[in-house]
T-cell receptor, first 109, second 112 residues
């Protein structure tokens, strides 16, 4: 039931773009995206609710395809501060919340 | 500070001892989640409360783990007869259905 993320790891140069995908085998009510830096707790980025919406702020946006139970996170013009591990989190019709397998993102100068 | 707080931040205990962690959520949030995270892995769901009701508990959670949220405010997570495999970061988060979860700083447990 844990969502699967791809890629597992990515290295970018500053200014490059990246896409992180999240796929679930269960019907979803919402998808969350979090970023976690080493030794710190996860930090919320955005939430997408059932309805196929797309959200974004500044250079980070995301989409949610509820029919395919998939979500993608888009990072454009990456900055050094974007480095960390990105997790999607999925909430189904039940009460459990599952974090994805994680994607390690490294931005280099 | 109106964020999520956890206490203690670090706990070292000997195998077989009981430990208890506390989480104080953001006051207006009715949901409270407990997760466990080991190095290199994502947070693993343990249990969650809506107000004082414990609505879900992971099947991965053994009977040695118990959680309470007596008045729908703070929560405690107790681990009885700790084992070395219990060593991990224990994270608490608060939120509501369809809204983001705010995480506390975590309690790092080391079982020797």
């Amino acid at each position: 039931q844990q969502p699967v993320q791809s890629p597992q790891a990515v290295i970018l140069r500053e200014g490059e773009d990246a896409v992180i995908n999240c796929s679930s085998s269960k019907a979803l009510y919402s998808v969350h995206w979090y970023r976690q830096k080493h030794g710190e707790a996860p930090v919320f980025l955005m939430i997408l609710l059932k309805g196929g919406e797309q959200k974004g702020h500044e250079k980070i946006s995301a989409s949610f395809n509820e029919k395919k139970q998939q979500s993608s996170l888009y990072l454009t013009a990456s900055q050094l501060s974007y480095s960390g591990t990105y997790f999607c989190g999925t909430e189904g019709t039940g009460n459990q919340f599952y974090f994805g397998t994680g994607t390690s993102l490294t931005v280099i100068p | 500070d109106t964020g999520v707080s956890q206490d203690p931040r670090h706990k070292i205990t000997k195998r077989g001892q009981n430990v208890t962690f506390r989480c104080d959520p953001i006051s207006e949030h009715n949901r409270l989640y407990w997760y466990r995270q080991t190095l290199g892995q994502g947070p693993e769901f343990l249990t969650y409360f809506q107000n004082e009701a414990q609505l879900e508990k992971s099947r991965l959670l053994s009977d040695r783990f118990s959680a309470e949220r007596p008045k729908g405010s703070f929560s405690t997570l107790e681990i009885q007869r700790t084992e070395q495999g219990d060593s991990a970061m224990y994270l608490c988060a608060s939120g509501g259905q369809g809204i983001e979860q705010y995480f506390g700083p975590g309690t790092r447990l080391t079982v020797t």
